[in-house]
């Protein structure tokens, strides 16, 4: 088969199948992924021919890597099960409320600052498993917590574990790909030097898409979680949503154009924070009215997760401090720097000694390789912490006990969505030429080959989508950037543009898709055990991503081809959809009954 049309249709089918059981049937991702994954394994081997021993050891690849994710969310898991039982959550409580008891600006403060410089560290999923149990702790809904733990991984993802998705996903997506060391030496730049150029737009096109992401926390907050269902509740803190927006982003771009991708996030992230924190500890641009979540016993039950926070085990009761209680966080983020930073460190904790990576090569003959880099893993980091923490809190066996038979329990509820999850990825990926026996590409390729014949010059436009989808399906920027990169490359050269924005439009677009992408929000659910609710938090993350995708295809347009008639138009619809929003939320709040202050106060 040699239709383009019909193939791009077929290479879809799995992620729509998937699509449509979890936020159309809201089926829950442990039903959902199984048969998205024999639908990906019957369209691989019957129209793309991929040989039976590749797809079991995709399998088995996919597997591995569902493991080693699932090694991370126990860590976050046993993380939050030991700062509740040391009783270090309710000093952490008080003084985010000291701040201000306003839940919209903890979650700004906390999910988009705080997330950014956790996924500047580490990335790979991180920001939600620390955000989102610490959110839990503090009051906040579950899936309010996930979904906040979600929204944050778009802006500060490009550039998080320390630049690995523009190192790694668009360094090596592009190394040795014909035209590239063509269009390095027109510009005069070595390999390292032209990533770092394309990182410099990244971090301008994201500016622009992220500049509402705190506002969009505050809005999806009130209006999905709050007591009225108040999408204008959330737009009254818009000056302080903006502020911390900008003091996030603009370090974040003048660290990508000064210093290369390494530490936009990370340095964007922790200078907003100290920023935010000082500023708001002296009231300012504090909302002048408070907003908090309705009683418990009116939230909806899907909105509950199964970890309760408030009788996890005996509190210690004793007075803790507030440095003493963020400890284990300051423990986190130190060694999640050192290990990303300190080159010797890195170095050995990456190396190929058996004791630090264990191995998985040549998968049954067929050449497909992975390893688990346990050691380096976040995992790790969580479980030292943790160990750490034992003494520095003084907890006694009975509490220490208890947090590993919480999270020990927790962690099975999300076992069986990733581990069929991890291997669809995973055979989608691999399911090109190397692999099979109709010499196709694979089929995120495929598709983005069809989604590029129909869009011809205005590409820019759709390039975005393409990163998001690597996203969605992968979990991954890194990996939608080395899968889509050279071809995002070749498409821009095959248009007539500078192929570089076009890459860089990948790069946010497969940032703007890690809201969506299946496994991290199972991943993410499970910190806070929330399962089965998938479908319901990809309902809300979609608009995210929608929305970042449709700015970032706009920037790049208009960075490539200046104030074009496409582009206007499309710039126009965007901004058309975001007016309009404003106006819906508004109109939407005048016609809620409101509230008696009795009824307020539960």
Aim: proline fraction near 5%; hydrophobic fraction near 55%; glycine fraction near 10%.
């Amino acid at each position: 088969m040699d239709n383009l049309a019909v193939l791009s249709l077929l290479a879809i089918a799995p992620i729509v199948v998937v699509g449509i059981l979890l936020a159309g049937l809201r089926w829950p991702a442990k039903y959902a992924m199984p048969v998205g994954y024999v639908v990906t394994v019957l369209i691989a081997m019957l129209v793309w021919k991929m040989r039976p021993a590749a797809v079991a050891a995709a399998t088995i690849e996919g597997l591995i890597v569902a493991i080693t994710l699932l090694y991370i969310v126990f860590g976050a898991l046993l993380l939050l099960a030991t700062v509740i039982g040391s009783g270090a959550m309710s000093t952490i409580r008080a003084g985010f409320t000291s701040i201000s008891p306003d839940r919209r600006v903890q979650a700004i403060i906390i999910g988009w600052l705080f997330g950014s410089f956790i996924e500047g560290a580490s990335g790979f999923g991180t920001p939600a498993a620390v955000v989102a149990p610490l959110m839990l702790a503090l009051g906040f809904p579950a899936m309010a917590a996930v979904m906040v733990g979600l929204i944050i991984q778009s802006t500060p993802v490009s550039f998080g574990a320390v630049g690995t998705p523009m190192i790694v996903g668009i360094g090596n997506g592009l190394k040795d790909g014909a035209g590239v060391a063509e269009r390095e030496a027109e510009l005069g730049m070595d390999h390292m030097e032209y990533v770092a150029h394309i990182a410099s737009q990244v971090s301008i096109i994201h500016a622009i898409a992220g500049l509402l992401i705190p506002l969009i926390i505050s809005v999806f907050l009130t209006g999905f979680f709050g007591e009225r269902k108040s999408f204008a509740e959330g737009l009254k803190i818009w000056p302080f949503a903006i502020y911390a927006s900008v003091a996030m982003t603009v370090p974040y771009v003048i660290v990508a154009f000064v210093a290369g991708p390494e530490f936009p996030a990370l340095l964007g992230g922790l200078i907003g924070l100290a920023i935010v924190m000082f500023t708001s500890s002296k009231g300012f641009l504090m909302p002048k009215e408070t907003f908090d979540f309705g009683p418990r016993s009116t939230w909806e039950e899907r909105w509950m997760g199964s970890l309760d926070t408030d009788h996890l085990g005996d509190i210690d009761k004793r007075r803790m401090s507030l440095p003493v209680a963020w400890t284990p966080y300051v423990i986190i983020a130190v060694l999640l720097l050192a290990t990303r930073l300190i080159e010797p460190l890195t170095a050995a904790l990456r190396s190929d000694n058996p004791a630090v990576t264990l191995p998985f090569d040549d998968i049954l003959g067929t050449g497909i390789s992975t390893n688990w880099q346990w050691l380096y893993s976040p995992g790790t980091v969580f479980i030292v912490t943790c160990l750490i923490t034992y003494a520095l809190h003084r907890m006694s066996g009975q509490q220490i006990a208890k947090t590993w038979k919480v999270a020990g329990k927790q962690i099975l509820g999300t076992a069986v969505a990733l581990l069929f999850a991890v291997p669809l990825v995973r055979i989608l990926i691999r399911s090109g030429a190397e692999f099979t026996e109709s010499g196709l590409a694979s089929m995120p390729v495929t598709l983005a080959e069809g989604a590029a014949a129909v869009a011809g010059a205005n590409w820019p436009l759709i390039s975005p989508w393409i990163g998001a989808l690597g996203a969605f399906v992968a979990g991954s920027n890194t990996v939608s950037n080395l899968t889509f990169a050279l071809f995002q490359f070749h498409t821009g050269a095959e248009i007539g543009v500078t192929p570089d924005t076009v890459v860089a439009t990948q790069a946010v677009g497969g940032a703007g898709g890690n809201p969506v992408a299946i496994h991290n929000i199972v991943a993410a659910s499970a910190t806070v055990g929330l399962l089965g609710r998938e479908g319901d938090l990809i309902r809300k993350t979609a608009l995210v991503t929608t929305y970042y995708c449709l700015v970032a295809g706009a920037v790049g347009y208009f960075m490539i081809y200046g104030l074009r008639p496409a582009g206007i138009v499309h710039a126009l619809i965007t901004l058309a959809l975001i007016v309009g929003s404003v106006f819906w939320m508004v109109n939407h709040d005048k016609k809620l009954p409101k509230l008696e202050t009795a009824d307020r106060r539960g």
